[in-house]
């Protein structure tokens, strides 16, 4: 381990509430543009639906693009710190692009938007990898952290960006986000003193503590493979749900799932903070949560049983299994990856919840495939236990607590 020359716990609880508000202005965004381009009465674009959808697909195919772009640039080039800085400031002139309403000025301003997210995105979880590189054994609460900030940003985004734009005007509301991302930029701005000395220059300097290349594009490759075989299968499951039970997903709504997953947040959390369990023994636990929730809504179709019920139950698990899966792949890359390509390592890793969506989103097959989900699930997790069960117990290590 290199010395510490920087202060690890100020600048940390900064670098969340920045990507917290950095989430904030882009979902909100996300929220009005559809609408934005697709109105025609009240200052919109006014372009047909078709085109609106088919521009709104490749956006977001571009972004997730540019997440690696983003990365690369960080390692080989200027460093996590300054790529963050440049992707806010990027966005936040992307934001005010739009609005000033014309087809040539969209283009340009979601471009710069796109590009922006890119740089900003994986820089934020390689910055805290940087602060905390002599306390792993916090990563797991601090990814925690960044995983209820973020979706705390997320719920309230439509909510203040998009009452704005409803009652306000378009304009206004795109105003907003880039009010928003600034703040970020000038949160991370201002915590340059306390940021590690390896977020301020390229990773590939650091290739002297770097691990071994082989190793760390190992784990990137396993974490990439589970996260988007987890994520194409929660798409699947939630097609599922909507698609079979719509009446009463639509009852119970979107803020209890979300709401599930920030006490879940909240509880792991303090969890990890005081017990450090092996990493992959919580992937598998994730996996078999999420298989636990299948059967218990297949045998309950089975049995006519309270669909309601159970439907909250599952929700609840799959909450659970969320927020395990997405906090321990961030760290076991943290901790394990490659350290001259973290902020590339990052980016792939959350590329392949792009791969997910896209795959889940061309899988159906009605209430068939409830007990499929189940047993491929609870399968990845078995093995996984016994791969884990395995290495501690041939290289001497302890079951179940890390050391």
Same mark, same amino acid.
């Given at each position: 381990?290199?010395?510490?020359?920087?202060?690890?716990?100020?600048?940390?609880?900064?670098?969340?509430?920045?990507?917290?508000?950095?989430?904030?202005?882009?979902?909100?965004?996300?929220?009005?543009?559809?609408?934005?381009?697709?109105?025609?009465?009240?200052?919109?674009?006014?372009?047909?639906?078709?085109?609106?959808?088919?521009?709104?697909?490749?956006?977001? &195919? $571009?972004?997730?693009?540019?997440?690696?772009?983003?990365?690369? /640039?960080?390692?080989?080039?200027?460093?996590?710190?300054?790529?963050?800085?440049?992707?806010?400031?990027?966005?936040?002139?992307?934001?005010?692009?739009?609005?000033?309403?014309?087809?040539?000025?969209? $283009?340009?301003?979601?471009?710069?938007?796109?590009?922006?997210?890119?740089?900003? @995105?994986?820089?934020?979880?390689?910055?805290?990898?940087?602060?905390?590189? #002599?306390?792993?054994?916090?990563?797991?609460?601090?990814?925690?952290?960044? $995983?209820?900030?973020?979706?705390?940003?997320?719920?309230?985004?439509?909510?203040?960006?998009?009452?704005?734009?409803?009652?306000?005007?378009?304009?206004?509301?795109?105003?907003?986000?880039?009010?928003?991302?600034?703040?970020?930029?000038?949160?991370?701005?201002?915590?340059? @003193?306390?940021?590690?000395?390896?977020?301020?220059?390229? #990773?590939?300097?650091?290739?002297?503590?770097?691990?071994?290349? !082989?190793?760390?594009?190992?784990?990137?490759?396993?974490?990439?493979?589970?996260? &988007? %075989?987890?994520?194409?299968?929660?798409?699947?499951?939630?097609?599922?749900? $909507?698609?079979?039970?719509?009446?009463?997903? #639509?009852?119970?709504?979107?803020?209890?799932?979300?709401?599930?997953?920030?006490?879940? /947040?909240?509880?792991?959390?303090?969890?990890?903070?005081?017990?450090?369990?092996?990493?992959?023994?919580?992937?598998?636990?994730?996996?078999?949560?999420?298989?636990?929730?299948?059967?218990?809504?297949?045998?309950?179709?089975?049995?006519?049983?309270?669909?309601?019920?159970?439907?909250? %139950?599952?929700?609840?698990?799959?909450?659970?299994?969320?927020?395990?899966?997405?906090?321990?792949?961030?760290?076991?890359?943290?901790?394990?990856?490659?350290?001259?390509?973290?902020?590339?390592?990052?980016?792939?890793?959350?590329?392949?919840?792009?791969?997910?969506? !896209?795959?889940?989103?061309?899988?159906?097959?009605?209430?068939?495939?409830?007990?499929?989900?189940?047993?491929?699930?609870?399968?990845?997790?078995?093995?996984?236990?016994?791969?884990?069960?395995?290495? #501690?117990?041939?290289?001497?290590? @302890?079951?179940?607590?890390?050391?």
């Amino acid at each position: 381990m290199c010395e510490v020359t920087h202060s690890p716990t100020k600048g940390i609880g900064w670098l969340l509430l920045a990507n917290c508000l950095e989430r904030l202005a882009y979902y909100g965004f996300r929220a009005i543009l559809v609408l934005f381009l697709i109105d025609q009465g009240s200052g919109g674009v006014g372009w047909p639906t078709d085109k609106t959808l088919e521009f709104y697909g490749e956006f977001t &195919a $571009y972004t997730y693009l540019a997440v690696i772009v983003g990365g690369l /640039c960080a390692d080989f080039l200027v460093g996590a710190y300054l790529s963050t800085l440049l992707g806010a400031a990027l966005m936040a002139l992307g934001y005010i692009g739009l609005t000033f309403i014309d087809s040539q000025s969209i $283009y340009y301003a979601t471009s710069l938007i796109a590009i922006g997210t890119g740089l900003f @995105k994986p820089n934020i979880p390689a910055m805290i990898a940087h602060q905390l590189q #002599n306390f792993p054994e916090k990563l797991n609460s601090v990814f925690t952290g960044q $995983y209820l900030l973020i979706n705390i940003g997320a719920l309230l985004a439509p909510i203040i960006v998009g009452a704005t734009a409803e009652h306000v005007g378009w304009s206004t509301g795109f105003a907003l986000s880039a009010a928003v991302v600034s703040a970020a930029f000038l949160i991370i701005l201002s915590q340059s @003193k306390h940021l590690s000395k390896q977020s301020k220059q390229s #990773n590939i300097k650091t290739k002297e503590q770097g691990g071994n290349l !082989f190793a760390g594009i190992g784990v990137v490759v396993v974490t990439f493979v589970l996260s &988007a %075989l987890f994520w194409a299968y929660y798409e699947v499951g939630a097609s599922l749900l $909507y698609g079979s039970f719509s009446e009463v997903m #639509n009852d119970i709504g979107l803020i209890f799932s979300i709401t599930s997953v920030l006490v879940t /947040c909240i509880t792991c959390f303090f969890l990890w903070w005081f017990f450090k369990i092996r990493s992959w023994y919580m992937v598998a636990l994730s996996f078999s949560i999420y298989s636990i929730g299948w059967f218990f809504l297949n045998y309950s179709i089975s049995n006519e049983w309270n669909i309601r019920q159970i439907i909250i %139950l599952v929700m609840v698990l799959h909450a659970i299994a969320e927020v395990i899966c997405s906090v321990i792949f961030m760290s076991i890359i943290a901790k394990k990856g490659f350290k001259p390509l973290i902020s590339t390592s990052f980016a792939i890793h959350l590329y392949a919840s792009a791969l997910a969506n !896209f795959a889940g989103s061309h899988f159906t097959d009605g209430n068939k495939s409830l007990e499929a989900l189940g047993w491929v699930c609870l399968t990845v997790g078995i093995l996984l236990m016994l791969v884990q069960y395995s290495y #501690n117990k041939f290289s001497g290590k @302890k079951p179940i607590l890390a050391t």
